[in-house]
């Protein structure tokens, strides 16, 4: 989860809901045609090894992995994530996820792909961009990162209430043939709120133990949740779009 942070595209969605065509008594209409066909969902390279040892057990980046999510926004839309993950150039890692509403792509369609290192037990973010349709307007993003761009800290600091690191990022969007950037580079702060017990579609009859973390985005304030041997698994933000792991190949670890 597979954590999320292309942010314009992020602020787009959440207001999507409140744009679309209604008819005449109310209901919402979803008889509209794009000119787009809706890609396929992405699948692993490789079949997923059940012997790959991650850096990290709360982000394996596992090659093969295939997860899905279910995402809905404060709006209400709902849309279905596909996230895999596939080997890279140079001890790498490449995800790629595909988000797309469930209204057949009337409102939504993103393929996002993030290049991860490891060092030590640390995930490094190296690459982020995404491009899709918002509404049937074309979009994309480019996030040059701030150097050494740690997205996850390693286990033995995860684990310990209050830590804290951030990274920032500069950003590139096109949307509808308009390219713009912030003026300023947008910094995301992240911070350890401890472990709690929760409970996933995939594994109803098991209580997972989550290291809950706190994302701060300017004033956007979400809750992310990892579990060791899964990696990403929900998203909690204060403005009420949720995300949540609904299937995996994946299987956590006690």
């Known amino acids: 989860m597979r954590a999320i942070p292309v ?7 959440a207001v999507i809901g409140c744009n679309t065509n209604t008819n005449t ?3 919402q209409n979803t008889s509209r045609t794009f000119s787009q066909p809706v890609p396929e969902a992405p699948k692993p390279k490789e079949a997923l090894d059940p012997s790959f040892t991650s850096c990290n057990p709360y982000y394996p980046l596992k090659p093969g992995s295939r997860t899905k999510y279910t995402q809905v926004t404060s709006s209400g839309l709902v ?3 596909t996230v895999v993950v596939d080997r890279g150039d140079n001890n790498t890692f490449i995800e790629t996820s595909q988000t797309v509403d469930n209204r057949g792509g009337s409102e939504l369609v993103r393929k996002e792909e993030r290049t991860f290192a490891c060092d030590g037990g640390r995930i490094i973010l190296l690459a982020e961009k995404s491009e899709g349709r918002i509404q049937d307007m074309p979009s994309s993003i480019v996030n040059n990162l701030s150097p050494n761009a740690v997205f996850l800290l390693d286990p033995a600091s995860l684990v310990k209430p209050g830590t804290t690191w951030s990274y920032s990022l ?3 969007a096109t949307s509808g043939g308009t ?3 912030p003026s300023s580079p947008i910094v995301i702060n992240f911070e350890v709120k401890g472990e709690e017990d929760i409970t996933l579609q995939p594994f109803r009859n098991m209580k997972l133990k989550a290291v809950k973390v706190e994302r701060k985005v300017g004033t956007n304030v979400s809750y992310d949740y990892f579990v060791k041997g899964l990696g990403f698994v929900k998203r909690e933000s204060v403005e009420g779009t949720r995300i949540e792991m609904t299937e995996t190949n994946l299987t956590p670890m006690q």
């Open 7 to 13: 942010i314009i595209i992020l602020t787009a969605i």
């Open 25 to 27: 008594n109310g209901n």
């Open 79 to 81: 849309s279905d994530m």
């Open 170 to 172: 500069t950003q590139t």
């Open 179 to 181: 390219t713009g950037s």
